[in-house]
Antibody, heavy 124, light 110 residues
Framework: EVQLLESGGGLVQPGGSLRLSCAAS????????IHWVRQAPGKGLDWVSA????????YYSASVKGRFTISRDNSKNALYLQMNSLRAEDTAVYYC?????????????????WGQGTTVSVSS | QSVLTQPPSASGTPGQRVTISCSGS????????VNWYQHFPGTAPKFLIY???RRPSGVPDRFSGSKSGTSASLAISGLQSEDEAYYYC???????????FGGGTKVTVL
């Protein structure tokens, strides 16, 4: 069974840092791009970042570019999101999501399996 | 403000057909395929429609998608109580170089 499990969420002060992890199982991890998508309280889904299967290509939304860094360790079937300079507006449930197709070196944004999410709260 | 525009709500009685619209632009919907997700609050979003109209395995054929120009739509026929959820359209945006989502539509079964 294909599964994604996020961890690392918590309460952090504005300006602080947090590192999210996503553990994958049930598929050939290195073949698929993976995304981070968030949902702020009372809001809709908001794409954050993506990384290609090889890790060579990364993508960021304008709202997090320069503050967040996505990475992956294909030997551990793990995805990460390093979040720095956190703001109140980064408060959200963060989901990792797998692309539906093998895409060599890129991403297409078609997400077929999602994790249950991990909650990040930025507040003083 | 979302890049893709959806109505905030839609409703129908059991058995009725409900349609949700998704409006975009030449850099997103017109140039790329559209996906739809079903989301029950507090759970993982579910992959509902891909490539404009294709259904992943296990998705009932009551759900159908279409696209024309810069707009797309999701139709739910034979509405059931378990269809009460939020629905999001999504596609790749060539200008932003990433996927974009609509604001979401809450479907209520009356």
């Amino acid at each position: 069974e294909v599964q994604l499990l996020e961890s690392g969420g918590g309460l952090v002060q504005p300006g602080g840092s947090l590192r999210l992890s996503c553990a994958a199982s049930g598929f050939t991890f290195k073949n698929y791009a993976i995304h981070w998508v968030r949902q702020a309280p009372g809001k809709g889904l908001d794409w954050v970042s993506a990384i290609s299967g090889s890790g060579d290509a990364t993508y960021y939304s304008a709202s997090v570019k320069g503050r967040f860094t996505i990475s992956r360790d294909n030997s551990k079937n793990a995805l990460y999101l390093q979040m720095n300079s956190l703001r109140a507006e980064d408060t959200a449930v963060y989901y990792c999501a797998k692309e539906s197709m093998v895409t060599l070196g890129g991403a297409i944004g078609e997400m077929d399996v999602w994790g249950q999410g991990t909650t990040v709260s930025v507040s003083s | 403000q979302s890049v893709l525009t959806q109505p905030p709500s839609a409703s129908g009685t059991p058995g009725q057909r409900v349609t949700i619209s998704c409006s975009g632009s030449s850099s997103n919907i017109e140039s790329n395929t559209v996906n739809w997700y079903q989301h029950f609050p507090g759970t993982a979003p579910k992959f509902l429609i891909y490539s404009n109209h294709r259904r992943p395995s296990g998705v009932p054929d009551r759900f159908s998608g279409s696209k024309s120009g810069t707009s797309a739509s999701l139709a739910i026929s034979g509405l059931q109580s378990e269809d009460e959820a939020y629905y999001y359209c999504s596609t790749w945006d060539d200008s932003l170089n990433g996927p974009v989502f609509g604001g979401g539509t809450k479907v209520t079964v009356l």
